[in-house]
């Protein structure tokens, strides 16, 4: 019987199955390969009367890059393994998407759940300051996002807590992205990885050939999509496919079970629901099945699984009827399931791209905070009162000649509007969505070697690494 590897071996079998395909010099395969360092801090928290001891980690897999940039977990299934896991797929997603980052990951053993907010900010605070004094939380070495567990409520603390210990650093915001709005963020950086999911799957049905490998015709429009986790990226991934692109949500699989229904699900009346009953169990909106892992091996077009990793595995993978699988969680398929599905003709669309939308805005965020000045506010006028002079110069050829036409109103809305943050995060990500699947696509059609898109994934962001590398005479 074939064992099931960790979650860190899954990463390293497909990384060695990348580079099987390179000519890579000796040696500098395994310098890419390795977690550089991992910090691990033990540190001590008084609440409800008494010390409590927490464990938490900063794993650097890469520094060919710096600041070196990953997201801080808070999870009951973080240990070292896991951390530099998801640090080595920081590294090879910052390469793929080109965020000039090198990879890294933290996370802290805890259940979020069973503290309250004031707990949580003594908790996230301590932790904070531990990684900041050695500098692994910092500006130019090394910036945390949110993850699993965390969202704008920590970054904003950290952000705080660094200019508390750093108070002549001019550039202080820029420690950590994810952040509110009032506290340096960016607009669209909350939706930012469910947005980059939406995009990617836009991306992948502009090709035939692509979709002709997974059985599929057309766009997404009354595809039937199942989603396995409605966190924030699955979220946002599900309702922007099913609200702007019409596809059919046909279950979502959550902790205490799935809700399915074949005409399409609510997402958010669902969210809702789960927001004030903590599940699935009594939506309306559709049929409760309690054993929600059975839901993933459902017949439908495209899988997301947007949660844990390790969820398709060798137990179920031979069992998944989904054509298309897109992972908006980090390593939601083990190695092994990743061969059985390859050998069933499922196409997947791996995690290191489909999830990258997340860093990618974080990437705008970090400029804007460098920058000290939020997008657009120099040429949004501007470009407002150009489009102003094309229309009036338009209106008034029209009255001149003898045909009489008039722009519509709605046009003219839409055209002489200058775009503001969020529209350019938007197209920011939309760009770099669409690049990042385009080098892969290259390298998967152009090569017989080459059977998938992870593999292409994992060679275009092993060559770039390579040569970053090289160029510093490694
Ligand atoms: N935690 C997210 C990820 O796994 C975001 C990381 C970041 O923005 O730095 O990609």
Not at 59 to 79: A, C, D, L, W, Y
Not at 127 to 152: C, H, W
Request: with cysteine.
């Amino acid at each position: 019987m074939t064992t099931e590897p960790s979650f860190r071996e899954s990463v390293d079998i497909m990384f060695n199955q990348a580079v099987k395909l390179m000519d890579l010099s000796p040696g500098l395969e395994e310098k890419i390969r390795v977690c550089n360092s991992t910090y691990t801090v033990r540190f001590g928290v008084r609440l409800r009367g008494k010390i409590h001891t927490f464990t938490g980690y900063r794993s650097v897999h890469s520094e060919q890059m710096e600041p070196v940039k990953g997201g801080i977990r808070f999870s009951m299934g973080v240990e070292q393994d896991e951390v530099e896991a998801l640090a080595a797929l920081m590294t090879y997603k910052c390469a793929l998407v080109q965020a000039p980052f090198g990879g890294s990951k933290g996370g802290l053993h805890i259940d979020p759940r069973e503290w309250d907010a004031h707990e949580m900010e003594m908790i996230t605070r301590r932790f904070a300051y531990e990684l900041i004094k050695r500098d692994l939380i910092n500006p130019s070495q090394n910036v945390p996002a949110p993850d699993m567990g965390t969202g704008e409520r920590e970054m904003a603390w950290i952000v705080d807590q660094y200019r508390r210990m750093n108070t002549t650093d001019i550039n202080a915001a820029a420690c950590v992205t994810g952040k509110p709005i009032n506290a340096g963020g960016i607009q669209g950086r909350v939706e930012a990885t469910g947005r980059g999911v939406q995009y990617a799957l836009k991306e992948f049905c502009r090709y035939d050939e692509d979709k002709a490998k997974a059985g599929l015709t057309g766009t997404l429009k009354k595809k039937q999509v199942i989603v396995q986790g409605l966190g924030n990226v699955g979220y946002h991934a599900a309702k922007f496919v099913s609200e702007e692109d019409g596809a059919n949500i046909v279950a979502v699989i959550e902790r205490d079970g799935a809700v399915v229904n074949p005409d399409g699900l609510n997402i958010e009346l669902l969210k809702e629901h789960i927001i004030m009953t903590g599940g699935v169990k009594d939506f309306m909106g559709g049929e409760y099945v309690e054993d929600g892992a059975s839901v993933l091996e459902m017949d439908c077009d495209i899988l997301i699984p947007a949660a844990l990793e390790g969820v398709i595995n060798l137990t179920n993978a031979d069992r998944i009827k989904a054509n298309l699988i897109i992972e908006a969680a980090n390593g939601p398929i083990t190695a092994g399931a990743d061969q059985v599905l390859l050998k069933n003709g499922v196409v997947i669309i791996p995690d290191l791209y489909a999830n990258a939308g997340g860093v990618t805005v974080s990437y705008f965020e970090w400029v804007k905070n460098l920058s000290h000045i939020r997008f657009g506010r120099m040429q949004r006028r501007q470009e407002e009162s150009r489009h102003q002079l094309l229309l009036d110069e338009l209106q008034r050829l029209s009255e001149d000649s003898s045909i009489k036409w008039q722009l519509s109103d709605k046009f003219k809305e839409k055209y002489l509007r200058g775009a503001d943050e969020l529209e350019l995060v938007r197209s920011g990500l939309d760009d770099t969505m669409r690049d990042a699947y385009q080098s892969m696509r290259k390298v998967w059609h152009s090569r017989d070697d080459v059977p998938d898109l992870r593999t292409a994934a994992f060679l275009v962001s092993i060559e770039r690494v390579a040569a970053s590398y090289r160029s510093k005479g490694l």
